[in-house]
């Protein structure tokens, strides 16, 4: 059964850089059928694609995001990260890394998700 | 790129239909016949309940369905139960590898 599993810091300063990785067990990243993304969901809100990335490196990112955010892959630790750079209180929010299927471009698996605030 | 519109809530009684609605663009639902439907449990990671539109995962129950009109999609829940209380949520493909969500409907079992 394919796990996701975010991790990093839960409290990020204003300004800086929030930074997390999700590493997925039970399959392999490197699968040609899937696209590995991040989604956040601020606190008693609705859901935000922040972007995805390919085995291969290929990444794609929110338009609105897009000057702050950099993900990356890493195939042999199977793990997937996000950087957004500049934080403020309003990227508050609990992240989730997920797959996508390159066919149906469905999110198909979820991780559990981690909630990071931004507060001084 | 905008988020699709869906109203904020949808309520019905156990036994009844509920149609929650979702409306894009000519550039998102209109064009790609990629929208998704997401059920949400407070607390919980969300969970697929509809693909391409109209297509049901493997384990979700047939009174889940999808369809879609022009630039808005909608997502019917037949023979409502109390365990179908949550938020829903729709997204589409944008085109250059962009993705739009909705902001949400919470569905409440009367």
């Known amino acids: 059964q394919l796990q996701l599993q975010e991790s990093g810091p839960g409290l990020v300063k204003p300004s800086e850089t929030l930074s997390l990785t999700c590493t997925v067990s039970?399959?392999?990243?490197?699968?040609?059928?899937?696209?590995w993304g991040w989604i956040r969901q601020p606190p008693g809100k609705g859901l935000e694609w922040i972007g995805s990335?390919?085995?291969?490196?290929?990444?794609y990112c929110n338009p609105s995001l897009k000057s702050r955010v950099t993900i990356f892959v890493d195939t042999f630790k199977n793990q997937f990260s996000l950087k957004l750079t500049s934080v403020t209180a309003a990227d508050t929010a609990l992240y989730y890394c997920?797959?996508?299927?390159?066919?149906?471009?469905?999110?198909?698996?979820w991780g559990q998700g981690t909630l990071v605030t931004v507060s001084s | 790129q905008s988020a699709l519109t869906q109203p904020p809530s949808a309520s019905g009684s156990p036994g009844q239909s509920v149609t929650i609605s979702c409306t894009g663009t000519?550039?998102?639902?209109?064009?790609?016949?990629?929208v998704s439907w997401y059920q949400q449990h407070p607390g919980k990671a969300p969970k697929l309940m509809i693909y391409e539109v109209s297509q049901r995962p493997s384990g979700v129950p047939d009174r889940f369905s999808g369809s879609k009109s022009g630039n808005t999609a909608s997502l019917t829940v037949s023979g409502l139960q109390a365990e179908d209380e949550a938020d829903y949520y729709c997204t589409s493909y944008a085109g250059s590898n962009n993705f739009v969500f909705g902001g949400g409907t919470k569905l409440t079992v009367l």
């Open positions: 000519s550039g998102d639902i209109g064009y790609y016949n990629y």
């Open positions: 990335i390919y085995y291969s490196g290929s990444a």
């Open positions: 039970g399959g392999s990243i490197s699968s040609s059928s899937y696209y």
């Open positions: 997920a797959r996508r299927d390159r066919t149906t471009v469905s999110i198909d698996y």
